[in-house]
């Protein structure tokens, strides 16, 4: 005789999704890297030379063939080769070469181009391919990312290199190598996670160097108490937290835990929880029609008045003003450029 079916109601199991935003640094990038943008492959040949004003952006350089020269305003020149990368996270201007006599071409971006084939450059000597693009910061960028160095070198053959970052540039420079279906997706989203590698690398060995990051901000994430208060901070950014509060989240007395916050960050705490808390505002006002008052009890204000003092001194403008003028730039950058 078959068993008979158990009558009990059994309450649904539920399997939790995962917030990819659940820590600082993939909070911080969740709001900041909004768009992710490669140009054509370049095909250069010698003599070829690039040269880029600063913009509000990080720009991303990986030789696939070749090697070239970057020389980046304040720094010293940096000779790439074949799988190397370098990551401008500012946008600061430079110029990017076969040789210290060549005379660069200033560059600058194009229309959105279907046709196949890459952008060609140069003359008639050695060939050297590059894949380069952008992330586009959305202006000022966060506390944890103001501070980063000019340029950040990646290569797989530098042993203070670690071992996942050589594996993505070498699935980047095989992509590029061996495209297929949908390929340009699978750049971008290498591209994505080379950047993330880059600032974790900073954070804990200073990039290829070997040396602890000495740049406030990305530094923090290398400290096991000041990243804790951080994930409290963004996972809860409407909580009302004080120096105290946090310093006791993480087990640390108040003045050493405000002291090493305001070092290893480069700000106060209660300074960066306002900072923070208005960008995840202006993320709101530009992303969703969440009324403002909801928008701002979700950031930790009661009242309308005090959230726009707020958003304007960190800000510039009051929440319906940057509503507008952020939705008018984002139906602008939308049209298709003429020509």
Not at 207 to 213: I, L, P, R
Request: charged share 25%; aromatic share 6%; hydrophobic share 40%.
């Amino acid at each position: 005789m078959p068993p008979r079916p158990n009558k009990v109601a059994r309450r649904p199991v539920e399997l939790d999704l995962e917030d990819p935003r659940g820590d600082a640094l993939a909070d911080v990038l969740g709001v900041s890297l909004l768009r992710n943008a490669l140009y054509k492959r370049i095909e250069a040949r010698a003599p070829w030379g690039i040269r880029l004003r600063t913009h509000e952006r990080a720009v991303f350089y990986l030789i696939a063939r070749g090697a070239g020269r970057l020389e980046v305003e304040g720094e010293r020149p940096l000779d790439l080769s074949v799988g190397d990368a370098a990551f401008l996270p500012h946008g600061t201007g430079h110029v990017l070469r076969d040789a210290l006599t060549t005379p660069p071409l200033d560059a600058h971006d194009g229309r959105r181009c279907t046709e196949p084939g890459p952008r060609k450059l140069g003359g008639s000597g050695a060939p050297t391919s590059i894949l380069t693009g952008f992330f586009d910061l959305g202006g000022r960028p966060p506390s944890l990312l103001a501070s980063l160095p000019r340029v950040v070198a990646l290569s797989p053959n530098d042993r203070a290199t670690a071992p996942w970052v050589s594996a993505t540039l070498q699935l980047l420079l095989a992509e590029a190598a061996h495209p297929g279906p949908a390929s340009m997706l699978v750049l971008q989203r290498l591209a994505d996670v080379l950047f993330v590698q880059a600032l974790r690398s900073l954070a804990t060995t200073g990039g290829t160097s070997g040396h602890v990051c000495r740049h406030p901000g990305i530094a923090a994430l290398g400290d096991d108490a000041i990243r804790e208060a951080l994930g409290l901070i963004h996972q809860r950014p409407g909580a009302h937290w004080t120096v105290a509060s946090l310093g006791t989240q993480v087990g640390l007395s108040r003045s050493t835990f405000a002291a090493r916050f305001t070092e290893l960050v480069g700000e106060p705490p209660l300074e960066y929880i306002a900072r923070w808390r208005m960008t995840r505002a202006a993320e709101f006002l530009r992303d969703t029609d969440l009324a403002i008052d909801d928008i701002a009890a979700r950031v930790g204000y009661e009242s309308v008045p005090s959230f726009s003092r707020a958003f304007v001194r960190f800000r510039g403008e009051r929440p319906g003003a940057y509503r507008r003028s952020a939705r008018e730039r984002a139906r602008l950058d939308a049209e298709p450029t003429p020509g």
